[in-house]
């Protein structure tokens, strides 16, 4: 499926990106995205976890810091509806 493939794009991409790369973040938020689209999806809860790590990674970095605790926030309450 393109979502698939779409996230192992993704992955290859953020690989070549290490830590203190300027870019890094907005990988991370992209694969975050796409894999809580995945879990959406298909319900596999590892996507889920996955985009939690990444989420927290990205939100660390925080020059966006609205949109990172946004997707954590997101990520958590899928796993702990109130």
């Known amino acids: ?3 698939d493939q779409a ?3 993704q992955s290859e991409l953020l690989a070549s990106r290490p830590v203190g ?3 890094r ?3 991370l938020m992209d694969i975050a995205n796409q894999l809580s689209d995945r879990f959406h999806r298909r319900g596999d809860a590892k996507d889920l976890d996955d985009a939690i790590v990444f989420s927290k990674e990205a939100l660390a970095l925080h020059p966006d810091r609205f949109l990172s605790l946004n997707n954590l926030a997101t990520g958590k309450s899928t796993i702990h509806p109130l």
């Open 1 to 3: 499926e393109d979502l």
């Open 7 to 9: 996230i192992t794009l």
């Open 21 to 23: 790369y300027p870019h």
């Open 25 to 27: 973040y907005s990988s």
